[in-house]
């Protein structure tokens, strides 16, 4: 069974930083993409950063230059480091791993964590 853990989150002000984490267990062979979404209330869930297996990586337009995007695959993690933090940033961010299982890549999601920020 594969398990997406989050970490990270919690509560800034505006203009401050906060790291995300997110760490794949389970029976893995092989990671494609690795991504971070979010949701506030009302909208859509939204991506965030994406990071492929070759390093390519995209940004939403809101968080280019603020947002850092990174990978560790020997350890099976995601990280999203954000700097200069907004108020309309506040959502919960959800991981996602592509995840070669069975025979093809499947979408894994992590449990979502709140980030709120202050203005």
């Known amino acids: 069974q594969v398990q997406l853990v989050e970490s990270g989150g919690g509560l800034v002000q505006a203009g401050g930083s906060l790291s995300l984490s997110c760490k794949a267990s389970g029976t893995i062979s092989s990671i494609n993409a690795m991504g971070w979404y979010r949701q506030s209330p009302g909208k859509q869930r939204e991506l965030v950063a994406i990071?492929?297996?070759?390093?390519?990586?995209n940004y939403a337009d809101s968080v280019k230059g603020r947002f850092t995007i990174s990978r560790d695959n020997a350890e099976n993690t995601v990280y999203l480091q954000m700097n200069s933090l907004k108020p309309e940033d506040t959502a919960v961010y959800y991981c996602?791993?592509?995840?070669?299982?069975?025979?093809?890549?499947?979408?894994?999601w992590g449990q979502g964590t709140q980030v709120t920020v202050s203005s």
């Open positions: 996602n791993q592509q995840l070669f299982r069975q025979g093809s890549f499947r979408d894994y």
């Open positions: 990071i492929n297996s070759l390093g390519t990586i």
